[in-house]
């Protein structure tokens, strides 16, 4: 017997999670579970034996931690889930005119939207690898935060004062023990990336300018979307696309898109400025843009966008060369 699709919207909180079941495009229940591994069992248990018939795909917004353990448990027991942009769902509520907000009408608009959504989109899962690497990167980043925070309260706390009392020098010890930490786990985190991702080591060595802060964040984000997503998709995926602003006759010039990801662009950013003085492409390219009267801004965005180009053509080198491995591999 041929099993039938049921779509699932679930809207995550930190104590539970509200499911709404659309079957054949009515919504036929809604739930409430704990968000913790009794409610996913009781999750599962209620599909055993109320849609026994049926297949659940299911989708919910990549919007916080919450639904990590979540997607581990569906992987762990082989059901189909998508992670979905939250801007997806904003826009496809205001299509609805659904007004206020509720955990139960949030959860409608995911079963909504998964819809029309094919059955090979369902391809999350959850990685222990790619969480731990989500792991290192936001410990790293509030260190920088910490380590900045901790810079504006020693000048704000000194100012206009002797800075020999015990209060700053027990301030600059504690930043310079954050500092230590912090290149300690850069440090570990590089390892494990390089090990997850072996062409990481190729990309730090051959393409000059491109930093280690950037390939932990940058890699893990895009390293599955090469090969299936075409360069300009990625580009876009991380904010480095152009917008148009137009309307009748009236045209607006073009900015940089805002959505992506904003701390890969600032990291991207500070590589592409290194990138002109010492690429030696990319500061011939640089100077020919010079050359021609563009701006600085869209210089720096350009040899950004090349960057991210030279990384993707790398990545998706090392994928064809081990997809070749494999064909020579004898069975």
Do not use: W
Request: include cysteine.
């Amino acid at each position: 017997m041929e099993m039938k699709r049921l779509n699932v919207g679930i809207d995550f909180a930190k104590d539970k999670f509200d499911i709404c079941v659309l079957k054949e495009n009515v919504a036929v229940h809604y739930e409430q579970f704990e968000n913790n591994l009794k409610g996913f069992k009781r999750f599962l248990k209620y599909f055993n034996v109320n849609h026994i018939d049926y297949v659940p795909y299911i989708g919910f917004e990549s919007t916080s931690t919450y639904c990590r353990p979540f997607q581990k448990f569906l992987s762990d027991n082989s059901l189909p889930q998508l992670l979905i942009n939250p801007l997806r769902i904003k826009g496809l509520k205001n299509s609805m005119v659904i007004q206020g907000k509720t955990d139960k009408t949030d959860s409608l608009v995911i079963s909504s939207y998964l819809k029309n959504i094919d059955d090979n989109s369902f391809l999350d899962f959850y990685s222990l690898d790619n969480e731990k690497l989500h792991r290192y990167n936001s410990t790293l980043r509030h260190l920088v935060g910490l380590k900045q925070q901790l810079k504006n309260f020693y000048k704000s706390i000194n100012f206009g004062l002797e800075e020999d009392d015990d209060i700053s020098i027990l301030l600059t010890s504690l930043r310079k023990h954050i500092e230590k930490l912090e290149k300690q786990l850069q440090k570990d985190s590089l390892v494990f990336l390089v090990k997850i991702y072996p062409v990481t080591k190729d990309i730090k060595k051959d393409i000059q300018g491109v930093g280690e802060k950037l390939l932990l964040s940058l890699i893990p984000r895009i390293y599955s979307s090469v090969g299936n997503y075409k360069d300009k998709q990625i580009i876009a995926f991380i904010g480095l696309n152009p917008v148009k602003f137009e309307s009748g006759t009236i045209k607006y010039k073009e900015k940089l898109n805002k959505f992506g990801f904003g701390h890969i662009k600032k990291q991207l950013y500070m590589c592409a400025m290194v990138a002109r003085q010492h690429n030696p492409i990319l500061k011939t390219y640089s100077e020919r843009l010079v050359a021609l009267g563009k701006p600085q801004k869209v210089i720096i965005v350009a040899v950004m966008r090349k960057l991210l180009l030279a990384i993707i053509g790398m990545i998706k080198k090392s994928k064809n060369k081990s997809s070749k491995e494999l064909l020579l591999t004898p069975t």
